[in-house]
């Protein structure tokens, strides 16, 4: 069993950054894929970031150039800086870890607000 926490989430105005931590706890291997998702109300859950075990990071287009993931091995802590936020970036955010091939494990979210 995994378990995850997310933070760092919280009201920003447009143009601004945040950094989300995720800390991981359990049965948790450094290399296995963690990465960040968003939900929009309405929309479905989508790929924000993620990254490998060796490093490789992969972005949604939308936020290619403005988000960076990163993990701290050590510490079992995965992390989104979000730079140049919009207003379209609002959603609730979500740290996944995946054990390849089919087994996920979510967070329970922290929301992120980009408004004026």
């Known amino acids: 069993q995994v378990q995850l926490v997310e933070s760092g989430g919280g009201l920003v105005q447009p143009g601004g950054s945040l950094r989300l931590s995720c800390a991981a706890s359990?049965?948790?291997?450094?290399?296995?894929?963690m990465g960040w998702y968003r939900q929009a109300p309405g929309k479905e859950r989508e790929l924000v970031a993620v990254?490998?075990?060796?490093?490789?990071?992969n972005y949604a287009d939308s936020v290619k150039g403005r988000f960076t993931i990163s993990r701290d091995i050590a510490k079992n802590t995965v992390y989104l800086q979000m730079n140049s936020l919009k207003p379209e970036d609002t959603a609730v955010y979500y740290c996944?870890?995946?054990?390849?091939?089919?087994?996920?494990?979510w967070g329970k979210g922290t929301l992120v607000t980009v408004s004026s």
């Open positions: 996944n870890y995946h054990v390849p091939p089919g087994i996920y494990y």
């Open positions: 990254v490998t075990s060796g490093g490789n990071t």
């Open positions: 359990g049965r948790v291997f450094s290399f296995n894929v």
